[in-house]
């Protein structure tokens, strides 16, 4: 069973936009996770921000967490053509990680 | 540095053969992890090997699966009597130890026929 629920499903912008997409989660985590993944290929980690953070940025990205509302956000500015991927967010509990069903984001020039 | 490492990138078996896949984790990671990425069930944890404590092995889909860690490195899921709801993308991460972030190879698609 997945742990997060990512929302949208698909999301569908111009570049020069931003991005946002949202995970919710069920169980107390000891961290999230945001991960992109390109057609076809491995999954490349972007962000990790601890159950005591709310708020962390990593150049173009920014991520905050709730935990009282058990949900995390992921925020992409400026999105270009590269930023075309499926974004999942993973809680980890245990030290294992469980993935969202992802959002497929489609950066059009 | 190089990543983690994964053997064969691709893997075409009959239905009911075994087949074994092999992951090689970033040197000095003493967590690696197996999952399994498949169009019906997304992204799966399989199992979770932390240094010399015993396994997790609470994601294995039936006792069909298995895994072990040699030496504290080099990690092989065995899959006996494929099924061809096996078939799938196995993906291996390592990290430098629990909760911490996970860095990922690019992953074995077996299909099974």
């Known amino acids: 069973s997945q742990q997060g629920e990512e929302d949208p499903q698909a999301l569908s912008i111009q570049e020069g936009e931003n991005a946002t997409m949202n995970c919710s989660y069920k169980t107390s985590i000891n961290n999230l996770q945001w991960y992109r993944q390109n057609s076809g290929r491995g999954l490349v980690h972007l962000i990790l921000?601890?159950?005591?953070?709310r708020e962390k940025h990593s150049g173009r990205l920014r991520v905050t967490l709730d935990t009282s509302k058990k949900s995390s956000s992921l925020l992409i500015t400026a999105s270009r053509a590269a930023d075309t991927a499926s974004y999942f967010c993973?809680?980890?509990?245990?030290?294992?990680?469980?993935f969202g069903a992802g959002t497929q984001v489609v950066v059009t020039p | 540095g190089a990543g983690v490492s994964q053997s064969p990138s691709n893997k075409v078996t009959e239905k009911g053969k075994d087949v074994e896949l092999r992951c090689d984790p970033i040197?000095?990671?003493?967590?690696l992890y197996w999952y399994r990425q498949s169009l019906g069930q997304g992204l799966e944890f399989l199992i979770y090997?932390?240094?010399?404590?015993?396994?997790?092995k609470s994601g294995l889909p039936s006792d069909r699966f298995s895994a072990e860690r040699t030496g504290g490195s080099v990690s092989t899921l065995t899959i006996q009597r494929t099924q061809q709801e096996d078939s799938a993308v196995y993906l291996c991460?390592?990290?430098?130890?629990?909760?911490?972030?996970?860095?990922f190879g690019p992953g074995t698609r077996l299909t099974v026929l």
């Open positions: 040197s000095g990671h003493t967590a």
């Open positions: 090997f932390q240094g010399n404590s015993a396994p997790d």
């Open positions: 921000i601890r159950s005591n953070e």
């Open positions: 993973a809680t980890d509990s245990w030290g294992k990680l469980q």
């Open positions: 991460a390592s990290s430098l130890g629990a909760h911490r972030e996970q860095f």
